[in-house]
């Protein structure tokens, strides 16, 4: 679980920054870097949360156009299913893919007219298996209690994309697939897709985390 001391005004970057990297042209994304990534998707979603002229329903579907551009939902989908991906078959793994899009756009996006005008500076990036990278970056919000968040990226296709998100410690996929292990392990594939449809229909999370 994230911790409760993190003010959904946080969040509100966290979340909104955690699932969006840039939507840039095509041969701009080529000769992207992951640090250049990141810079440029908080320079983007700041843009986007802070302007005023901007209802909040156009915010959460200017950031929801960014994330579906950019995040790497397959792989994202892996990790958060880990052993049970082969429990899945492809039909029900295209359903789950676009139902857990959903659930994630929803469960975020209420975060969005939470923002307060906090900022987010690069700190630092390291590389990790696989040809992936971490960057770390804090979220400043002008007094105590900086949030720390990490963006792992992997390349796909000559792109770089988020498979992952680690607020203050907390990692996104693991959060879930902790939450979906004990849904598959008790009752199989179909019903955690239910499940998520049922939450999406309701706009409810599955948890607080």
């Given amino acids: ?65 960014v994330v579906y551009q950019r995040v790497d939902f397959e792989t994202l989908s892996r990790l958060v299913l880990a052993r049970n991906w082969n429990r899945f078959s492809e039909s029900q793994r295209a359903e789950f893919m676009n139902q857990f899009k959903e659930h994630l756009s929803m469960t975020y996006g209420r975060n969005v007219e939470n923002y307060k005008n906090e900022k987010v500076t690069i700190t630092g990036s390291r590389a990790e298996t696989q040809g992936d990278w971490t ?3 804090k979220i400043l919000r002008g007094g105590p209690g900086d949030i720390l968040v990490d963006y792992r990226l992997r390349q796909r ?16 996929v693991s959060n879930f697939r ?31 985390g």
Avoid: C, Y
């Fill in 1 to 65: 679980m994230i911790r409760s001391s993190l003010t959904t005004a946080a969040l509100a970057v966290a979340s909104a920054v955690a699932l969006a990297t840039a939507a840039l042209p095509a041969a701009a994304r080529a000769t992207d870097t992951p640090v250049s990534v990141v810079e440029q998707t908080t320079s983007r979603v700041i843009a986007i949360l802070a302007n005023q002229a901007t209802s909040v329903d156009e915010k959460r579907h200017r950031v929801q156009d």
């Fill in 135 to 137: 960057i770390r970056t």
């Fill in 157 to 172: 296709d000559g792109n770089w994309r988020i498979i992952d998100v680690i607020i203050e410690g907390v990692s996104l």
């Fill in 178 to 208: 902790s939450q979906f292990q004990d849904v598959v392990a008790s009752s199989g594939p179909e019903r955690l897709i239910a499940l998520l449809r049922e939450k999406n229909a309701k706009g409810e999370p599955l948890k607080n």
